[in-house]
């Protein structure tokens, strides 16, 4: 009862104080403003609710201050603005703002194709030169340059330093550099792992030696004749 009698006499307040039309105006604003939050920053649908809640609240007050009191032209002009109001401020959020400067810093909009395609020029470049033969222009430590043909290229080693004019091969791409080792130590790489993979030779003269087990020792009896 009690709370029954605070609302009625808060409706007759705001009555008496003509505060509906302000309210109206300052629900719809916030509405509209956490609607547009909701399009730009991610919140679970909490923007949404709270701008759904103030655009109702300010429905209901624009009854009170208008429809009630028989006011049906500024009623019906509070729903055609709020109709209006809603799409134009997502179209203006959706498809103007980001084609401002503000909008492109505020989504940081991606590149186009036609941007990215120096990148990706730039990119199979360096990947062409993989296995490719070079000098050094500087110590590496563990950055440079490397001069491959007549062209000179930024790099870097993989973690160790290298001489001024070393021979090296390029052996990959990091970002828009290349990477590269020194030819002497990527052919003993190589060397080595060639000669990891190469199965053991068989010695016929120690198998029977070699072999305790003797899995691999030849067979060598004669075989009784049978009557």
Known sequence: MTSRFWFSALIDWLAEMETYPILVVLLV???LAALVGEL???SAGILTVVALGCLGGSAWCAWQAWYAKGNLVAWWSYVGAVLFLMPTAISATLYILPRTSFGQELFAAPQSAEELTPFQDEGQKLHSLINQHGHTQNLFSPGGMVQIGRDRFHAES???M???DTEVVVVGVKGNRLVVCPLSLYEDSRSTAAAAT???AFDAENAD???P???GRSIDFDV???A
Do not use: A, L
Request: glycine content about 12%.
């Open 224 to 226: 009784p004749e049978t």
């Open 198 to 200: 190469e199965p053991p």
């Open 209 to 211: 030696s070699d072999d």
């Open 158 to 160: 993989e973690g160790m």
């Open 162 to 164: 290298i001489d001024p």
């Open 40 to 42: 730009m920053i991610p």
């Open 29 to 31: 604003t916030v509405g």
């Open 213 to 215: 087990s003797g899995h």
